[in-house]
């Protein structure tokens, strides 16, 4: 065998070599992408509950984030919020000025940035709905109600708990989760 036959042979072998490499690489690109359009399409499917969906983790996420926006706010003296202020904190400021009889719409744009954060935990398909109450003799007393539009649907998921630094009462914060109307012509 020449020394040009012992090159071309060389140089075949090499060719193949990284025919099967580049082959190998894409076999395995395209089941780690099969894999991924298969989690993007389980992530729509909306018969189910899927992580955006259970209620108990929205409430939680949603009541140990900060607010992200500075706020100047009346709750019976000037208050000012940093953004780095917590949600739960920001409720409880508010329940207990709402308790001492500052107006509710006092809080109206601290409402607004707090139910844009509801939505942007929530599911695209499901409409968020925050009521904060307190218990009394007499039974519940609805304090707040961050909202588009009160629920007006009966299959509603909820969960609840318990606002403990709220004045002298704890307060019961409740996140109901209502499928959201679809657009006509549309159907899942």
């Given at each position: 065998?020449?020394?040009?036959?012992?090159?071309?042979?060389?140089?075949?072998?090499?060719?193949?070599?990284?025919?099967?490499?580049?082959?190998?690489?894409?076999?395995?690109?395209?089941?780690?992408?099969?894999?991924?359009?298969?989690?993007?399409?389980?992530?729509?499917?909306?018969?189910?509950?899927?992580?955006?969906?259970?209620?108990?983790?929205?409430?939680?996420?949603?009541?140990?984030?900060?607010?992200?926006?500075?706020?100047?706010?009346?709750?019976?003296?000037?208050?000012?919020?940093?953004?780095?202020?917590?949600?739960?904190?920001?409720?409880?400021?508010?329940?207990?000025?709402?308790?001492?009889?500052?107006?509710?719409?006092?809080?109206?744009?601290?409402?607004?940035?707090?139910?844009?954060?509801?939505?942007?935990?929530?599911?695209?398909?499901?409409?968020?709905?925050?009521?904060i109450s307190r218990h009394?003799?007499?039974?519940?007393?609805?304090?707040?109600?961050?909202?588009?539009?009160?629920?007006?649907?009966?299959?509603?998921?909820?969960?609840?708990?318990?606002?403990?630094?709220?004045?002298?009462?704890?307060?019961?914060?409740?996140?109901?989760?209502?499928?959201?109307?679809?657009?006509?012509?549309?159907?899942?």
């Open positions: 065998m020449s020394l040009l036959e012992q090159s071309d042979a060389r140089a075949q072998i090499a060719l193949m070599d990284a025919l099967i490499f580049f082959a190998i690489a894409m076999l395995i690109c395209s089941i780690q992408l099969g894999a991924f359009a298969r989690g993007l399409m389980a992530d729509e499917d909306t018969s189910q509950f899927c992580g955006r969906c259970d209620p108990d983790d929205i409430l939680t996420a949603f009541l140990r984030s900060s607010i992200g926006v500075e706020a100047s706010l009346w709750a019976g003296y000037d208050l000012y919020v940093p953004a780095r202020t917590v949600v739960s904190e920001c409720i409880a400021v508010e329940v207990t000025a709402i308790g001492n009889g500052v107006d509710s719409e006092s809080f109206d744009a601290l409402n607004m940035v707090l139910l844009g954060l509801l939505n942007n935990l929530s599911h695209p398909l499901m409409t968020p709905h925050l009521i009394l003799d007499d039974g519940p007393i609805v304090l707040l109600r961050i909202e588009q539009s009160p629920p007006g649907r009966s299959d509603l998921v909820a969960s609840t708990c318990k606002l403990p630094d709220c004045g002298h009462d704890a307060a019961t914060v409740s996140l109901l989760l209502e499928p959201a109307p679809l657009p006509e012509g549309h159907s899942i």
